[in-house]
């Protein structure tokens, strides 16, 4: 375990980041993060993060959606060896037909202590064990950090950490054309654990996106169905041979209808090595220009 680690005030947004139409807007904001953010220092040494043996456990902590912390640095990765992990994931995603391969000349890695945003009563612990406003939890983190601190960094991540946590890396990649790729990579096995895709287009691409929304909605719709399955089944295949699980059945689950931004979505379920039943689910824009595997809903 590599000590001195710093964490990062900043309290990501449950889940992983989704990037929209406007690569180089997220790409800025992730820089201005990083420059703006203040930091609370203590070893890593500190930090016990269970093992998880099974990859599943980590598949699920991922897709379920997790409430974390940034981290200077990984404590069995380096940023030098996720930018080789980056690159077999990419091309692992791409043998398996769920993305494109293309040349990024942007890249942000950072690792993330992640821990499980349940929801109930283990969200409720997770409020009361960091001192959090479960009614308000950004004002109540400000003041946890720029108030008056009742616990140091260690002495909450120690009340914390009965719950499922781990160490992710959460890695952004575009380039010129406005593709964004974000994978989400596990510290321990050096996996992705989920990924999203957005497609870059030009101006002239984006307003015949949008015609077509008004003028060819049902096409589209069917389009998006097909797309679905497609993808499910690509996906599908993918886990069972990158996380060695066993596809038992896929659903088509539901529609959120919102213009140009209605997704749809579908489940994966699996069972792992110790027959436990799990899901991953793909959801993807109706015409294809985004989607994404195991990112929360």
């Known amino acids: 375990m590599k000590a001195g680690a710093l964490i990062l005030s900043t309290v990501l947004t449950a ?7 406007f690569a180089p807007e997220a790409v800025t904001s992730v820089v201005d993060r990083r420059l703006e953010t203040e930091t609370a220092e203590f070893e890593t040494d500190s930090i016990q993060v269970e093992s998880m043996e099974e990859m599943s456990d980590v598949l699920q902590l991922a897709g379920q959606g997790y409430h974390s912390f940034e981290l200077e640095y990984g404590v069995v990765r380096d940023r030098t060896e996720m930018e080789e992990l980056e690159q077999k994931a990419l091309e692992s995603l791409a043998d398996a037909g769920l993305v494109e391969i293309r040349s990024f000349s942007y890249h942000d890695e950072y690792p993330l202590i992640a821990i499980s945003d349940s929801g109930g009563e283990d969200m409720s612990s997770f409020y009361e064990a960091y001192g959090l406003d479960e009614e308000d939890d950004a004002a109540a983190y400000y003041r946890e950090w720029y108030g008056d601190v009742a616990q140091t960094p260690e002495q909450e991540y120690d009340t914390a950490k009965g719950s499922t946590a781990a160490i992710l890396w959460n890695c952004l990649l575009s ?3 406005q593709d964004v790729l974000n994978l989400v990579i ?5 996996k992705a654990v989920s990924f999203s895709w957005q497609k870059g287009m030009t101006e002239e691409e984006q307003s015949r996106r949008i015609e077509r929304f008004d003028e060819e909605w049902m096409q589209l719709y069917q389009e998006g169905e097909t ?5 499910m089944q690509k996906a599908g295949s993918f886990c069972e041979t990158y996380y060695e699980l066993k596809l038992t059945e896929t659903a088509f689950e539901q529609v959120i209808e919102d213009f140009s931004e209605t997704r749809m979505i579908g489940r994966m379920y699996f069972e792992d090595s110790q027959g436990d039943r799990m899901t991953i689910t793909i959801q993807t824009l109706m015409d294809g220009t985004w989607y994404c595997m ?3 809903l």
Do not use: I, K, P, T
């Open 15 to 21: 889940g992983v980041l989704v990037v929209g139409f």
């Open 227 to 231: 797309f679905l399955w497609d993808m």
């Open 294 to 296: 195991n990112v929360a």
């Open 175 to 177: 380039n010129a054309r």
């Open 186 to 190: 596990d510290d321990r096995s050096g």
